[in-house]
């Protein structure tokens, strides 16, 4: 089993839809975790951390399930420039950082 | 400040030549990681380095993949020989410190796209 794992996808959605990704990892003792952006055939971003508590960003809002080992990504009124791949990342502590191979999402006109 | 800054943006090269990526973190910053990326496989951590010492080499995939840090501001990751098997993208990311925090965010450079025929 992958450390982390992801639906690669892709979603197509239409603009001002809502769309959620799930995202599970494997060790119960991972530490932090984030949701990265990366457009095609450029770096990942940081889009936003994930807290215990959950966390908004504007359209984004981030969750976090210890007991289940998720964490997941809304994305509420979509638009054309969202369309990416979404990259979920486990921090195992210190240094460590476990990347998902990421969901792909295409938002249509 | 100019984000990562990573060289050359691509690479094309022959089965059995030694190839060198280069890599400027963001000033101040004291940590800085190299990983490749492949459909397959996403992004895989190489090497991490901290105040220019390699702290964890263990994801080099073996003995043909060289790091080194010389200062603050340069590192290289050097592949001698090359096989088409290394064909990826290879990025380098630096952040302020590594400590797993949920504030502590990497920085990639644009990256390397590898090809070895």
């Known amino acids: 089993r992958k450390e982390v794992e992801q639906d690669p996808g892709p979603f197509n959605v239409p603009e001002g839809a809502t769309v959620a990704f799930n995202c599970t990892y494997s060790n119960s003792a991972s530490q932090s975790f984030f949701w990265y952006r990366q457009d095609c055939r450029k770096e990942p971003k940081l889009l936003m951390s994930v807290y215990s508590s959950g966390n908004e960003d504007g359209r984004f809002t981030a969750q976090l399930n210890r007991a289940s080992q998720y964490i997941s990504l809304l994305i509420r009124d979509s638009k054309l420039s969202d369309s990416a791949t979404y990259l979920c990342?486990?921090?195992?502590?210190?240094?460590?950082?476990?990347f998902g191979t990421g969901t792909r999402l295409k938002v249509l006109a | 400040d100019a984000g990562v800054i990573q060289s050359p943006r691509h690479e094309v090269t022959e089965m059995g030549q030694e190839v060198t990526l280069r890599c400027k973190p963001i000033s101040g910053h004291n940590s800085l990681f190299w990983y490749r990326q492949t459909m397959m496989r996403g992004l895989e951590l190489l090497i991490y380095?901290?105040?220019?010492?390699?702290?964890?080499d263990s994801g080099m995939p073996e003995d043909r993949f060289s790091a080194k840090m010389p200062n603050a501001s340069f590192s290289t990751l050097k592949i001698q020989p090359s096989e088409p098997r290394d064909s990826a993208v290879y990025f380098c990311a630096s952040s302020l410190v590594a400590g797993g925090l949920a504030d502590d965010e990497q920085f990639f450079g644009p990256g390397t796209r590898l090809t070895v025929l």
């Open positions: 380095f901290n105040n220019n010492v390699p702290i964890d």
């Open positions: 990342v486990v921090n195992m502590g210190g240094y460590k950082y476990i």
